[in-house]
């Protein structure tokens, strides 16, 4: 064969594999050891069809785990050309297989006028090799697509890059995570432009991700490289053996959705926004947890920066999902969420803190004030704390009504102690952001604001009858107290709760979590520890309403009670701030055993109850979406334990703001 005829497209996919030769079965996989050892050696399993030019297998457990012999995929890995305009898969035309030279299969497919694709996929160096190559006459346009149709309901796999198109195309390099199974770094050699698109169907539960490549005529190579990914500990952290059990689960926070809904629809989001996973919904009142997140790694892999993620969603919601009057959309068409615009205003701080970007800065200052005035204008009785536009009485949420927070499903409203700590930390996070630009007024208007609702928010919210924190203060006046380690460990967390009267609200809590009689702390913690009535939840049939006044009918389930491991974050680091570190390091371990397991997600299952983003106390499913990109923000705790990182991230609350 004349080397001027012969053009070849070269795909090593450089996995942890043995690189022997391929088993009778076309199955090629490391050796694994059961519970996935720290520091054991990456795995991938590999199956390919033995009559058709395609890949039936793919699985990966980068911790060296037996998950690898989990099939990621929901259909098989499929290569197609473009030949006179039209798509083709290259598995529909006849082919023959036969072992490769070093192992593996090699595909010989006859495209046309006796031209042959030649697509080996082998084992080599310790890599997946996928070579591709034409004998004969180039037979199409020189296009070709790489198609990954990957099963949620095992795991939401997803994309992570840097840079994504105003069309939903990713560029490479990229990160394709697969929850509890590991990541992948996909780069290409040479350097080139390689297209991909991340698509995604929620109702038919598939995600496929396409690479669309260009082979020129002549003799060109292409390499794309897949290459595990495991986060090295964040500079300084002292208990590394901690953070080997955490990386496992530290990606999970981050989730690219692919394209939401109708793109002509105004309920509607382009592929590669941070959301609850690849086929669910983005929400603001979320972006904050992922900012967090990725603030203190935000190299995910070389050339792949999580902080460039942050940044085009925190555009995307700026741009595109702020009303007139400074409110930002919360998810769908729900608005009147206060924690919406807080948490653009934290996940800025994040992003300009850990970038140092004072040129995006310096473009996005007006429109963050923007959104953090209709904040201001929220205290509309002037007492210090913003006001939500719910009531807060009792029997008021009523559907299509969502409430003021994240927590969508219970009658929060008034003065809500949630979402007021998000708020003060926004205010505090906005006046460094405004220092760093010397822009002194503005700075000191702000840090005013969150003086005024500290000085006031254990005045309004706290119970002398319990000796902790109410959740919010209707504005019938009643405080509805259910017990909550989240909002009492995020204000205590964040400072607006002295540090020594946090240790005894933390020790009421966990007395009361005693008697309550819950120990499952591998779980997490609930969100409150008694039953929500019927009048303080969305009604009249919402995922976890009880039909009983009392609420004991459905306590446990969803936000009546269910446990979410991503809020359990806050009553973890409330000990931490306090100086109280034995009871949250129990509950940590136990959590992080747990994530080994996978305990923490089921798949995409988006039915209620069957989804284990929420548990009962027993450790059953209790929520709906089965993978929840919030929960695995627990994790950020192995750092928090630690005094540094906590310095770092409450410097704005602790009066460490730039200049001040």
């Not at 595109?320 to 930002?328: C, H, I």
């Amino acid at each position: 064969m004349a080397p001027n005829k012969l053009c070849f497209l070269i795909l090593f996919l450089y996995v942890w594999v043995d690189a022997g030769g391929l088993p009778a079965d076309g199955a090629v996989d490391t050796s694994v050891p059961p519970s996935g050892a720290v520091n054991a050696p990456p795995a991938l399993h590999v199956e390919t069809d033995r009559d058709r030019a395609r890949i039936l297998e793919l699985g990966w457990d980068t911790e060296g785990g037996s998950r690898s012999r989990e099939n990621l995929l929901r259909a098989p890995v499929e290569l197609r050309l473009r030949r006179n305009g039209t798509w083709q898969a290259v598995a529909d035309l006849p082919s023959r297989s036969a072992p490769g030279a070093s192992g593996g299969t090699e595909y010989r497919i006859s495209v046309a006028d006796g031209a042959v694709l030649v697509w080996a996929v082998r084992p080599q160096d310790g890599g997946l090799e996928m070579w591709f190559g034409c004998e004969g006459k180039q037979p199409w346009e020189g296009a070709l697509e790489l198609a990954f149709s990957f099963d949620p309901r095992v795991t939401p796999t997803t994309v992570l890059s840097s840079s994504w198109t105003d069309e939903g195309h990713f560029a490479l390099p990229a990160v394709v995570s697969a929850p509890d199974h590991g990541q992948v770094w996909l780069s290409v050699e040479p350097a080139k432009e390689v297209k991909g698109r991340l698509e995604g169907n929620r109702a038919e539960q598939t995600v496929q991700v396409t690479l669309e490549l260009s082979l020129s005529p002549g003799n060109q190579q292409i390499k794309l490289l897949l290459t595990p990914v495991r986060l090295a500990a964040p500079v300084g952290l002292r208990d590394v053996a901690l953070w080997q059990q955490a990386r496992r689960g530290w990606f999970g926070a981050l989730q690219a959705t692919s394209a939401w809904g109708q793109q002509t629809n105004p309920f509607s989001a382009p592929a590669g926004m941070l959301g609850n996973n690849v086929i669910s919904d983005p929400a603001s009142c979320s972006l904050w947890f992922y900012a967090d997140q990725a603030f203190w790694v935000p190299e995910l892999a070389e050339g792949v920066d999580a902080m460039a993620m942050v940044r085009r969603t925190l555009d995307w919601w700026l741009d595109e999902k702020v009303l007139p009057d400074g409110e930002v959309i919360c998810y769908w068409d729900k608005k009147d969420f206060l924690d919406a615009n807080a948490s653009l205003l934290i996940a800025a701080w994040d992003y300009v803190e850990a970038t140092g970007d004072m040129t995006w800065l310096t473009h996005r200052i007006e429109r963050l004030e923007f959104v953090a005035d209709y904040l201001v204008r929220r205290d509309v009785d002037g007492d210090g704390l913003v006001e939500a536009v719910q009531s807060g009485n009792a029997n008021t949420l009523q559907e299509p009504m969502r409430s003021c927070a994240w927590w969508d499903a219970l009658n929060c409203g008034h003065k809500d102690g949630y979402t007021n700590a998000l708020i003060y930390r926004a205010w505090r996070c906005l006046a460094d952001l405004e220092a760093r630009l010397d822009r002194k007024d503005a700075k000191d208007r702000y840090a005013e604001c969150a003086r005024r609702l500290k000085s006031v928010y254990m005045d309004v919210l706290f119970n002398p009858e319990t000796g902790w924190l109410g959740w919010w203060r209707s504005a019938d006046g009643q405080l509805h107290d259910y017990a909550s380690p989240v909002v009492n460990g995020l204000a205590i967390e964040y400072g607006l709760v002295p540090p020594e009267q946090g240790k005894i609200i933390l020790a009421l809590i966990r007395d009361k979590m005693a008697e309550a009689g819950f120990s499952r702390f591998e779980l997490g913690v609930p969100p409150m520890l008694v039953p929500v009535p019927r009048s303080d939840y969305l009604q009249p049939d919402a995922a976890g309403c009880p039909k009983r006044e009392d609420g004991t009918d459905t306590f446990g389930y969803y936000m009546n009670g269910g446990i979410t491991a991503g809020q359990v974050l806050h009553f973890l680091a409330a000990h931490y701030v306090v100086g109280d570190p034995e009871p949250a390091d129990r509950i940590l371990r136990a959590m992080l055993e747990r994530l080994t397991r996978g305990g923490f997600q089921n798949g995409v299952i988006n039915a209620y109850p069957k989804g284990m983003d929420w548990t009962t106390w027993d450790g059953e499913p209790a929520g709906y979406e089965g993978y929840l990109a919030d929960s695995f923000r627990f994790l950020q705790a192995v750092l928090l334990r630690q005094s540094e990182f906590r310095n770092r991230l409450y410097r704005p609350l602790s009066g460490g703001i730039t200049n001040e």
